[in-house]
């Protein structure tokens, strides 16, 4: 009986498996059709980037057929196809270097920023918002609630700039805008792409903290936007459950008060606000543009849109394939959080 | 109750108190060394750093302070030129060789002595490639087919150039003064060959020159580092070089008032304007040889009239514009030749008068005005002065429709005429009359198929004798006739053509006080860093 039981969970998983494999293999070929065609349909000619506007016809006729813009787009597609299934994304018009080595360069830098950004969410935004239902409709829940819309109201731009005015220009508390002070750069090897994390393996402690000073408002800028978000559907979410009767049940009960919070009520909003946060660092993670504009962040966002405005259509299929197979990793691993976390999905 | 929310607050109070430790743990005032310079700048034209195949202003920039090429001209007198891997020069009789003598003991970045086969095979080369760059060499006459031929080396300290026909000799020098003639390491670049590429997809991310740095890094829309090179025919005080991406002119603006960067390139005239009214630091302006123009396609039949081209030249408020759009970074400039060049008419003769404008409006047909499209690129201050110029224009009757595109977008609809108005710029490639007025005055084929697809062809502008006034001027060997034939032809252009030029952009520097030696000049390939100097 238990062999059979183990048996039959064995061909749930594997079937499982199977359909994640089918729907990333659809999701991707979909990506890469979509980007791919509208890639090309843009009306922006990419010899142009390469040559300037006074090249001769014979120069700019050559390059056109060095970029195989000459061929069908169908026969275009399968070349660019059968050269991303040999992990070739091809040579980016504007930076000179293989599609892959610029995203290996740009993406960590993006993912250093994501991943402070989140954890700041995750640290303040999570705990306000249940003070905030907890406490609904004293100082600390209009706090939570000014905090949310400020963050949903305010541009990011502007919120970067006044950041930068103030804690760089006038407290001198953080580092300008850029990864890292010119006297440091090149200074770690590039281990994981993380200035943080290759300055710790390497034990360079002094670019550890200019590369932390760097990071830091640019993290808290975009952590506010998390905290705000974070807070504001934490806060939801826990409403919702504290009405419910099984929370008065508890209480009814005798059970402590910290208990009927953070077992009880946090517990049953777990699977929803997983799904939340992952959300928002996959958000985060396509790289915030302005953000990235304002502190001459080298990120996979501000890559992507010099890409599209040159179209540079390498790096945009690149980029936006590598964005949307890190989306579909982040979902498929929500997915399986939420048989951790709900009895009732495993 | 109580318990919750204390621990919720412990909660959050430990994460604040972790990042603002971590926050304030950097030292965030770290001003420059004192054999560094850092420079904020936009460093997304970037493409690639071959010299043969650059043709954008900021690599040129690059190219300019990486490569040495046979002679630049002198900033002070653009009649002159300075030897640079040349020690002396001579013309020939009959005008078309050019004999250069190369300066004995130079080497390259590499180790590798310069040599004249290095600069003949670097000018064979750019011409070989046939990529951007190749059009200005283009320009005396170099072809594929005849620059093995026509570019040689003499001897092991002599190379001669031999150009089609008699050109002004200031303009061959100004041609070979250029960025795509700066010499590259043939050695090492053919060691890196693929195919017949020339070493060009090795060179396109490296470095193979003789100038005063050298390439240590190219961080893509990122950063540039350079160090000094210490074999360099003269001493150099900056020992390094960094050149930063700050796309944003706010940014730029806090860093260099932090003394995070000396230089900064980008600024908006109000952060200007705050900078030098605080002190930090000091601004100084450089006229470029970029106009910003409109070009009227003559294949609208209301824009070939030249009542039409000369109504709309009377109808801009060109100080209105510059004062409250362009302010510090455009002057009025109404000729094809910017201030500073050989010839360059330095006369504003148009200002806004509705009333001469309606009346020559009236005498070609339309006392009401017409409508038309004007295609627009994004970005400051294009829109801008889109929008004033189309509110000038309507004062008169005529509706401007702007379109607004990229860069890339509506210079491709410009290249292939499809444009009835189109607003940007022109850059001289050299600081040589022949590089604008080719651009403006010269069109030797008007149909479709030309090969030449200048400004003048651009906007369908068939003009014969114009093309062999240009021609005429090109191969005016007296500079005082030839800058009389360019005063006539711009004079000429005033009157009747399909251009109003607006505009002329002015370079603003601001740099940390105690900063010297930034040379700049009108075009980015006459930038230097070789006299920086910090105190």
Redesign the interface.
Known sequence: MRKLSANSASVRWTLRLARWVVTLVITFAGLLAVTFVIGRKI???PV????????????YA?ARLQLGLDRPLTVQFLIYVRDVLHGDFGM??????PVIE?IQ?VFPATIELATLSTM?GV??GV??G??AA??HNRWIDHVARFIGLVGSSVPVFWLG?MG??L???KL????????I???F??MVDTHTGSLLVDSLIAGEWDVF??A???I??PA?IL?YYSVAYLSRMTRSFMLDQLSQEYITTARAKGL???RV??RHAFGNIAVPLLTVIALTYSYLLEGSVLTE????W?GIG??LT?AL???DMNAVLGSTLVIGVTFIALNLLTDALYRVFDPRAR | MKLVLRNALAAAAIASTLILSFTAAGPAMAATPKDMFVMATFLDEFTTLDPGEVYELVPEEYVANTYDRLVRVDLKDPSKFNGDVAQSWAVSPDGLTFTFKIRPGLKFHSGNPLTADDVAWSIQRTVLLDKGAAAVLQGIGLTKDNVLGNVRKVDDTTVSVTTDQKYAPTFVLNVLGAWPASVVDKQLLLSHQKGNDFGNDWLRTNEAGSGAYKLVKWTANDSIVLQRFDGYRFPLAMKRIVLRHVPEASSQRLLLENGDVDVARNLSPDDLAALTKSGKAQVSAVPQATLLYLGLNVRNPALAKPEVQEAMKWLIDYNGIQSNVAKTTYKVHETFLPEGFLGALNTNPYQQNVAKAKALLAKAGFPNGFSVTMDVRNGYPYGEIAEAVQANLAQAGIKVQLIPGDNKQTLAKYRSRMHDIYIGEWSADYIDPHSNAQGFAWNPDNSDQSAYKMLAWRNSWSIPDLTKETTAALAESSTVKRAELYQTMQKQMLMNSPFVIMFQQVSQVAARPGVTGLDVGPINDLVSYRDLKKQ
Do not use: K, M, Q
């Open positions: 009306p922006i000619d142009l980037a390469i040559l300037g506007d006074r090249a001769s016809a014979t120069a050559a980016s018009l504007l930076t000179a270097h610029d360069r700041i640290l303040i705990p306000l249940v003070i907890v406490r700039l930068l005015l804690f760089y220009a001198h508390w953080v580092a300008g805008p850029g990864r002070d010119p006297v750069d090149g903290f200019n932390f000073s760097h830091a408002l808290a952590g402590p008060e910290h919070i953070w504009i304002v502190f001459a080298p501000s890559y010099g405005l040159n179209a």
